[in-house]
Structures are given as C-alpha cells and as structure tokens.
C-alpha cells in the first residue's frame, strides 16, 4: 500500500522548512521507525521516520528544497521489499522505476552524511561497527574531524523536533592543491540567527554598562561544599553559573523593567523570571530556558543547564526549550573572553554577559590584593530601561555575588 511522506506540522513560530537529508533513497528497503529525512527549520530539525517496514518508492521534494507544514515530500510503499544501500541522487523528484541500483558498503546515517559532504569513497573508510558498518566515529578518524552529534529517530506522526549538528568543517589543508576554497550555504539556524541579531542592533536601542565583581567569596563557598553538594544531590556538580543565575533573579525582582518585553508600543511585565542561558552548539547559537526559577534551588538551577547542555551537544533540543525567556545570561568566559558587548536577544530588553575569571591586583583597604575578578557586561534597550536602572541592577548583581549569603537568605 502506496503511503504519502508528509512534511510534519510545523509549530506555528516556524514558516517552512528545507529537505536536509535523506536518509533513504528510491529502491530501499526501510525497516519500521527508521530515519528517512530530516527537515531544517529556522529553530530545529524535524525527523520523519518509517511507519512500517517497506520501501521508499519515490522523492517528491529533493535535498535543498523548501517544504511547507503537511506538504508531500515522498511516497512509501508499505510492505515491499527493496535494494539495502542504492545510490541514488535526491536533488531531484525521481521514480522507483527509473532508478538505477548498486551497491554501496554499509553506513549509518550520520557516517553517510560525513562520507558524502566531504566527498569520500566509502569503500576506503575502515569500518568498526558491528556487521561491517561505518560508523561516524569511523568516518571522523579517516578524516580527522572533529566529532559531531547525529539526530535520533522518532515516530512520523510526532516527528521529533531537535536542534542538529551542523554540517562538518571541510578540510580545506589539501597536499597538491594550493589556494582552495569551499564555498557551503549557511544553515537555516545561522541565518536565522544572524536575522535576529541584525534585527535587534537596528530595531532597538542598545546600550551596555560595566560592571566587575571579586569572586573569591563564591570561589571559596564552592569549594568548601562542592563535594558535599554533589553528594547531596545525586552527582550535580556546583557550578558558577547557578550563583548568577539565582543573582538574577533577584535583581530582576528589584527591577521589573529589565525583566520586561517590549510588544509594539505596548510594554509587557512579566510576574515571572525564565531565564535564558546562551548555549554555543555546533550549528550555531542557541538559548534554552530555564523556567520559574525564583522556586528552583541551586542543584535545580545547575541540573537543568547540564541537561541543556547535554541535549545541545547531541543535538536533542526540542522548540519548547528555546522558546520564551524573559532574560539572557550569556558566558564568553568560558572561551577566555575577558570583555565583550552581548547583543540582546528580542523582545526581552536585556542580556547579562558573564566572562572569564582573572586574577588582578586590587585596592582593599588601602593595600594592593591579588583578587580573582570577572568583568560584567549588561546590554539594554534604553526604550525601555533608564541607565540608572542598568547601573543599579548589575551592581545588585555584583553585590549579592560578593555575598553570597545574601541570595540564600533572600536579603
């Protein structure tokens, strides 16, 4: 029986996507919830996977092309028996009946799209996985890139919304070939949010404050109960970023305007803080949120970002971890970024950017003390947010850092 492969239902923040992969081609036996394509969109990638075993009988929609929500990209024969491995080339609409078949060494789906982005024989990549298949880890020895997270399958009729990898860097470092380039198109992501970033410097009026804070006295109450602490909660490492976080919080409590939106001509407040945490994955920059976190603990705080940054490194982030937020912490320091100006993520109106410890001499008290110091950046629209009221929420921030105590016993 002849079954159409539809696009998913696209969430109603995302017009249209683009055929990224696929995965099977015209001929080829599929077996039940195997991956067949992935689809990009602005935000995420939506995988459509068999609902029974059978064959993909033809490609309606070839790789690059633009889908639209429902629309029909394929047929699928349910079962039917194939060829396992035809090649076939999916840029274009082709039939089962006019595809010709051969043979090629077997290869999982993210090996598949390292060997044909970098334009690799198959037949020379040594294979390690079980029953003679090339891996990804194989593909990324014989060419010496770097590793990077494939998607995972799930059910067609909820196809899976995940954030996934980019594709890998060529090597443009050829013996023989001189001067080369390589010219790729951008992902959707990246566009997406170079768009978003464009569209904030232009549509607001931005303007950032400094600020720097001694972090000795978190420093110290860290390592004083970081092994207590992760005991105390099932392996969750204490961390910096959770003291930031909670810091925020509270700042915004204090005040309300840097925790708001702007919609229109219209200011919206938001009687809650879901905070953002800037997260640098391989296809680019994205923002998951932490929700309602005036009522999570520390270890809630830094649980979620692990999980977060786990789900972005294996390319699991669903459209629900990125969507909302009413204000943005963003960490260079954790590259080495001694100072920078973070770029507000609209509609919220402001974004803390965090940056690398370093230790300076300091003033205290009249003599000169080598103290662990961080530079503290806040980027605000000044629609919306008065200088004062930046000024004095970042040093708000700074003090409750410089005591600690004070975001625990809520003073």
């Known amino acids: 029986m002849a079954i159409e492969i539809k696009a998913p239902t696209f969430p109603e923040s995302v017009a249209d996507g683009t055929i990224a992969t696929w995965h099977k081609q015209p001929g080829e036996q599929v077996l039940r919830d195997e991956l067949i394509v992935d689809i990009e969109t602005d935000k995420v990638v939506l995988e459509v996977v068999a609902p029974n075993d059978g064959v993909v009988e033809s490609i309606v929609k070839g790789e690059g092309e633009v889908v639209l929500s429902g629309e029909v990209i394929g047929v699928f024969v349910e079962g039917a028996e194939g060829a396992t491995g035809s090649t076939v080339d999916a840029s274009a609409p082709t039939a089962s009946s006019d595809v010709v078949s051969a043979e090629k060494p077997n290869a999982s789906p993210a090996a598949r799209k390292l060997i044909d982005e970098n334009n690799l024989d198959a037949s020379a990549v040594p294979a390690t996985g079980k029953g003679g298949l090339i891996t990804k880890e194989d593909v990324v020895s014989f060419i010496g890139a770097p590793t990077k997270s494939a998607p995972t399958s799930a059910p067609q009729t909820e196809a899976k919304k995940t954030a996934a990898s980019a594709p890998s860097m060529p090597s443009l470092d050829i013996p023989g070939q001189g001067r080369i380039e390589k010219r790729v198109p951008m992902t959707r992501l990246r566009a997406s949010v170079a768009r978003r970033l464009v569209s904030a410097q232009q549509n607001a009026a931005l303007l950032t404050t400094f600020n720097e804070v001694n972090m ?116 260079g320091g954790v590259f080495g970024s001694l100072l920078s100006t973070p770029i507000i993520n609209p509609p919220q109106t402001a974004i803390l950017g965090m940056h690398k410890i370093q230790e300076r001499p300091m003033a205290v008290n009249g003599e000169v003390v080598i103290l662990p110091m961080m530079y503290l950046a806040l980027s605000y629209d000044h629609r919306m947010i008065d200088g004062k009221e930046a000024v004095q929420f970042l040093v708000t921030i700074k003090e409750l850092l410089e005591d600690p105590a004070r975001i625990i016993l809520d003073v």
């Open 216 to 331: 000795k006295p978190v420093m110290d109450l860290r390592n004083q109960y970081k092994d207590l602490f992760e005991k105390k909660h099932n392996g969750t490492r204490l961390g910096f970023m959770s003291f930031f976080v909670k810091a925020a919080v509270e700042a915004l409590k204090r005040f309300p305007a840097v925790n708001a939106s702007i919609d229109g001509n219209d200011i919206v407040y938001h009687g809650y803080q879901d905070i953002g945490v800037a997260v640098s994955s391989d296809r680019g920059l994205v923002v998951p949120v932490l929700r309602d976190v005036d009522g999570m603990g520390l270890a809630d705080v830094e649980a979620g970002i692990r999980n977060y940054g786990l789900k972005a490194r294996d390319g699991k982030l669903g459209i629900d971890d990125m969507t909302g937020g009413t204000f943005t912490i963003s960490n």
